[in-house]
């Protein structure tokens, strides 16, 4: 079974910065895309960037510029880089990735963020 888990999340004032993790279990990501999606609190849960198996990344124009993702497939790993954080970057961030048509989501890491 396909098993995406997060980790990597925790408290951080603004400005700060953390790095998430994505390892997957099941497959072998070097031919799958991995995607990071975000819900903040009281908000549904959206996209903010993923990376294809070439390694070409895509980014909500939102928060592009605070956001890096990456991958190594030799750990079977996705990241993503969180710089310059505000608050309102406060939310539990998931991994996605598609495997045969169906899409297999991590249970979450948190990030919260104060003033």
């Known amino acids: 079974q396909v098993r995406p888990v997060e980790s990597g999340g925790g408290f951080v004032q603004a400005g700060g910065a953390l790095r998430l993790f994505c390892v997957v279990s099941?497959?072998?990501?070097?031919?799958?895309?991995v995607g990071w999606y975000r819900q903040a609190p009281g908000n549904q849960r959206g996209w903010s960037a993923d990376i294809t198996s070439s390694g070409i990344t895509n980014y909500d124009d939102a928060t592009k510029d605070r956001l890096t993702i990456s991958r190594d497939n030799t750990k079977n790993t996705a990241y993503l880089q969180l710089d310059n954080l505000k608050p309102d970057g406060t939310a539990v961030y998931y991994c996605f990735t598609v495997c045969r048509r169906f899409g297999h989501w991590g249970q979450g890491t948190q990030v919260t963020v104060s003033s």
């Open positions: 099941g497959i072998t990501i070097s031919s799958n895309a």
